[in-house]
């Protein structure tokens, strides 16, 4: 046992098939994508699934405005999600679709385990009931007689259905919550599941639905089907093979290291989903990790208001990179942030064109300049510079992981950018061109050289969870393999083999943006 490798879970939200998708879903994949990026980099055996949430009563009704089928609807989006996915270099292990059959027949098995063990009884409910939301809430949770969640209409529910007795789990999920402080976070989530919705007394669930019929039939009772939130959540232990587990997936990847989910749907992942995981007495996810929203500057993006993002737009004319790069660096994970191509334009220009484009053009061009284009490794002399830039890399690297593991994105990228700042400063300090014209100076003048090209390569092995081709681009001008972007190179001796010859004249890896231009666009 002790060989095996370490494992990960990693998932994000399974998302509806209500439309084409923006850069609000892009955000939470990217960023879960990252993370799994970056244990796959630490050696984890990784595990990272998404997928669609394909059930329920709003995929009924968008399929029959598109006059489709709803499988065949579902089934084409599915299709473009995929395709934006690839095009977005998502490294998911597994995609699951909600109306796979691995799935359904699990979601029929683990409700008739809850009506086994008498957590789930018959009784009709009557109340309101927000269909783009699929949740139910009643009157006095209403807002203006809205929904308290998006603040659209919501219409009236009475019928038969099945209840989920969630008020006997209530105690066990506070004392959790206290016994695991970092399952919900921010923490400000946590305390906001804790006074708005527990301590005020959870509801029973209504779990099934009979006025319409596109979901999964609840075992024994064909005029009910599963309400969608129980067939989408249980997504994340179906798809392990979970309640047989015949490949021994689920005892292998059980619990979820960290469950991505946007701040919409955290009481369904810390309130509902436990509570289910209790039912079926199984241990409940590490982390459930909720960030904030990518408002526009007129507020939330929607197809009304035109205001919607969609990250092709982005790729096309920017480049994947700078499109990963902007998302996670411009908003701290947990916060809300503003979407402005204003920012885009000066993210682009000032961290990626400038000081990451620069620095390498330049440590290229020097290099061929100075020694013919091959890194010298031999006959350094240190500069009076070198410690503090190479204290700078290892305090670095050190705060890098710690961030890493708090998915402190933006954090990590603007640590790894003061050193990319640091290293062109070195530039200044050491003035390479002034060295270039004592002979005697020769060797201060290659181990700079030599700290530059090094710490590009650190910078490119640090940028891969968040970059999938450029750190390859920088190594590649080096002339270096990319075998070199391993973790471990990052505490090992000179990392940088003897001989190796930069490339020519290199191409600047992002170019710069014409700030007038890309308004108009
Ligand atoms: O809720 N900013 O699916 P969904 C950041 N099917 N993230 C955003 C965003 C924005 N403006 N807009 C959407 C569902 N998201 C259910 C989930 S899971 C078992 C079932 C992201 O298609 C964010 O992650 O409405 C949010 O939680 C999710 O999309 C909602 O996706």
């Given at each position: 046992m002790s060989n095996e490798k370490k494992t990960f879970y990693i998932t994000t939200p399974i998302y509806y098939p209500s439309g084409r998708f923006h850069i609000g879903t892009a955000y939470t994949t990217v960023a879960a994508d990252t993370m799994a990026r970056y244990k796959r980099l630490l050696g984890f055996?990784?595990?990272?699934?998404?997928?669609?949430?394909?059930?329920?009563?709003?995929?009924?009704?968008?399929?029959?405005?598109?006059?489709?089928?709803?499988?065949?609807?579902?089934?084409?989006i599915t299709v473009a999600a995929k395709k934006l996915w690839s095009m977005m270099d998502i490294s998911y292990d597994d995609y699951v679709q909600t109306t796979e059959e691995r799935h359904t027949k699990a979601v029929e098995k683990i409700f008739q385990k809850f009506l086994d063990?008498?957590?789930?009884?018959?009784?009709?409910?009557?109340?309101w009931y927000c269909t783009p939301c699929e949740s139910f809430f009643t009157e006095m949770q209403l807002v203006n007689g809205n929904c308290p969640d998006c603040g659209r209409p919501v219409h009236k529910v009475k019928e038969q259905s099945y209840f989920f007795n969630m008020k006997k789990y209530a105690d066990r999920l506070l004392a959790y919550y206290n016994e695991n402080p970092g399952f919900i976070e921010p923490e400000s989530r946590k305390n906001e599941m804790i006074n708005n919705f527990i301590k005020p007394g959870l509801e029973d669930l209504s779990v099934s639905r009979s006025s319409f019929d596109w979901g999964i039939r609840v075992p024994g009772d064909a005029k009910h089907v599963i309400y969608v939130w129980v067939d989408a959540l249980t997504n994340y232990i179906t798809t392990l093979g979970y309640p047989t587990d015949e490949n021994g997936e689920f005892a292998k990847y059980w619990p979820a290291d960290v469950q991505v989910v946007g701040k919409d749907i955290v009481r369904f992942h810390t309130?509902?989903?436990?509570?289910?995981?209790?039912?079926?007495?199984?241990?409940?996810?590490?982390?459930?990790?909720?960030?904030?929203?990518?408002?526009?500057?007129?507020?939330?993006?929607?197809?009304?208001?035109?205001?919607?993002?969609y990250p092709e737009m982005l790729i096309e004319r920017y480049g994947l990179?700078?499109?990963?790069?902007?998302?996670?660096?411009?908003?701290?994970?947990?916060?809300?942030?503003?979407?402005?191509?204003?920012?885009?334009?000066?993210r682009t220009n000032f961290d990626l064109a400038n000081d990451l484009g620069n620095l390498l053009n330049r440590t290229v061009s020097m290099m061929n300049k100075y020694f013919d284009g091959v890194i010298p490794t031999e006959n350094l002399v240190a500069t009076e510079f070198?410690?503090?830039?190479?204290?700078?890399?290892?305090?670095?690297?050190?705060?890098?992981?710690?961030?890493?593991d708090k998915m402190q994105f933006s954090v990590v990228l603007s640590d790894v950018w003061a050193l990319i700042s640091r290293t062109n400063k070195y530039i200044d300090e050491t003035s390479p061109w002034v060295l270039a014209k004592?002979?005697?100076?020769k060797p201060q003048l290659g181990m700079v050289m030599y700290n530059l090209a090094e710490n590009l390569r650190r910078v490119a092995v640090l940028l891969q969870p968040f970059m999938t081709k450029s750190p390859k681009e920088i190594v590649r001008q080096l002339g270096l393999s990319e075998d070199c972007l391993t973790w471990a190179s990052l505490s090992g001796e000179q990392a940088i083999p003897t001989g190796t010859t930069v490339i020519d004249k290199g191409e600047p890896i992002f170019p710069r943006l014409e700030a007038e231009v890309e308004m108009e666009y």
């Open positions: 055996d990784v595990r990272f699934q998404t997928g669609m949430d394909e059930h329920g009563q709003k995929i009924q009704e968008k399929a029959q405005e598109a006059n489709k089928e709803p499988k065949v609807y579902v089934d084409e063990n008498g957590d789930i009884y018959k009784g009709e409910y009557e109340g309130i509902y989903w436990p509570i289910f995981l209790m039912a079926l007495d199984l241990p409940l996810p590490k982390k459930v990790f909720a960030h904030g929203f990518i408002m526009m500057k007129d507020g939330k993006m929607s197809k009304s208001k035109g205001n919607v993002i990179d700078a499109t990963r790069y902007f998302l996670l660096r411009e908003l701290p994970f947990g916060s809300d942030g503003v979407f402005s191509p204003e920012s885009f334009v000066e070198d410690a503090a830039l190479q204290a700078q890399a290892d305090e670095t690297i050190t705060k890098y992981e710690e961030n890493m004592d002979e005697a100076l």
